[in-house]
């Protein structure tokens, strides 16, 4: 199951509260990359929010997931305080 698809709108933050995603990158030759995995605790889309960019990447469930969103305007209410550690946390990623 798709989550959310490289390129849309970065509107939502996800944790992850079950089961086991992907994150998928498409390259300029239309090759397909894995650039990260996410399990129980983890968390994605924070990027988009940060940067107000599109998706990076795509996620998509591996097995049977179960995921929290949080829209823009409750992500920075509640973790707002945290952005710079989001940034510092963003440097692990794949460009």
């Known amino acids: ?8 709108p970065g509107d939502t933050f996800y944790l992850v509260e079950e089961g086991e995603l992907v994150a998928t990158k498409k390259r300029e030759s239309g090759q397909e990359e894995e650039v990260l995995s996410y399990k129980r605790g983890d968390y994605f889309g924070e990027l988009a929010l940060l940067k107000n960019e599109p ?6 469930a591996k097995t049977e997931a179960r995921v929290c969103k949080i829209d823009r305007k409750s992500f920075k209410n509640i973790l707002g305080q945290l952005e710079a550690q989001f940034k510092e946390a963003a440097l692990k990623y794949k460009p």
């Open 55 to 60: 998706r990076a990447a795509s996620v998509e």
């Open 1 to 8: 199951q798709k989550i959310l698809k490289q390129g849309d």
